[in-house]
C-alpha cells in the first residue's frame, strides 16, 4: 500500500509559486472597485479628487475662507446697525444724503474688517490646534475661542484679555455643543 502513494516532488518554478501564495501579499490594486454603502455604491476618490479635497480642507483654505465669509457677515450686520441709527445724532442741522452715505460706509466697513479679522483669527487658531492635537473635538474650538478672545482684548489690557479669552471660549464652547448635538 506503501508502494500506491508516491509522494509529490515540486519543481523549483512550483515552491516559489507556493511561497508567494502564501507568504507574499495577494491583494491586487483595482481602480474600478467599488464599496457598497448604505444608500447605494460608491467609487473610490481619484488622486486628483483627494488632491482637491485636501486642498479644501487645508488650514489656509479655512482661513481664507473664514475671513471672506466674515468680511461679508460684518458688512451685512454693519449696513444693518448703520440703518438703524446713525452715529452723529449731536447735530441739529439736517444731514445730507452724501453724509449718511460716507457714514453708512464707515460703520459697514469697520464691522466687516472686525468681522474678517476674527473669522480668520478663530478659524486659524483652530486649525492649528486640531492638527497640533491630532483630534476633532470641542476641546479645539474652546482653546481656539480662548485664544481668540485673548488677543483681541489684549488691545484693551490684560484684564480685558483675559475676560475676553474666558468669554469667547465659553461662546465658542457652546455654539460647539450646540452644533455638534443638535442632529444626534
Not at 502564501?22 to 473610490?44: A, S, T
Not at 475671513?67 to 445724532?89: E, N, Q, T
Not at 460716507?102 to 486659524?124: D, P, Q
Request: net charge positive; charged share 20%; aromatic share 14%.
Amino acid at each position: 500500500m506503501a508502494q500506491d502513494q508516491q509522494k509529490r516532488q515540486f519543481s523549483p518554478e512550483e515552491w516559489t509559486y507556493l511561497t508567494k501564495y502564501f507568504v507574499g501579499n495577494n491583494y491586487r490594486y483595482r481602480e474600478n472597485i467599488i464599496i457598497p454603502k448604505n444608500l447605494g455604491p460608491v467609487k473610490i476618490k481619484t488622486n486628483e479628487e483627494k488632491m482637491v479635497e485636501s486642498f479644501f480642507e487645508s488650514c489656509a483654505f479655512k482661513c481664507l475662507m473664514s475671513c471672506v465669509v466674515g468680511y461679508g457677515l460684518g458688512a451685512a450686520i454693519g449696513l444693518f446697525s448703520a440703518s438703524m441709527g446713525p452715529a452723529s445724532v449731536t447735530d441739529t442741522q439736517v444731514q445730507t444724503a452724501r453724509q449718511v452715505f460716507k457714514e453708512m460706509k464707515t460703520t459697514t466697513l469697520g464691522y466687516a474688517k472686525n468681522f474678517a479679522v476674527i473669522g480668520a483669527l478663530f478659524s486659524g487658531v483652530e486649525c492649528a490646534i486640531e492638527s497640533a492635537r491630532g483630534k476633532s473635538d470641542w476641546k479645539n474650538g474652546t482653546y481656539a475661542g480662548a485664544v481668540t478672545g485673548g488677543l483681541i482684548g489684549l488691545r484693551a489690557g490684560v484684564k480685558a484679555g483675559v475676560f475676553g479669552a474666558m468669554g469667547f471660549a465659553a461662546f465658542s464652547t457652546a455654539i460647539d455643543y450646540y452644533m455638534h448635538n443638535r442632529f444626534s
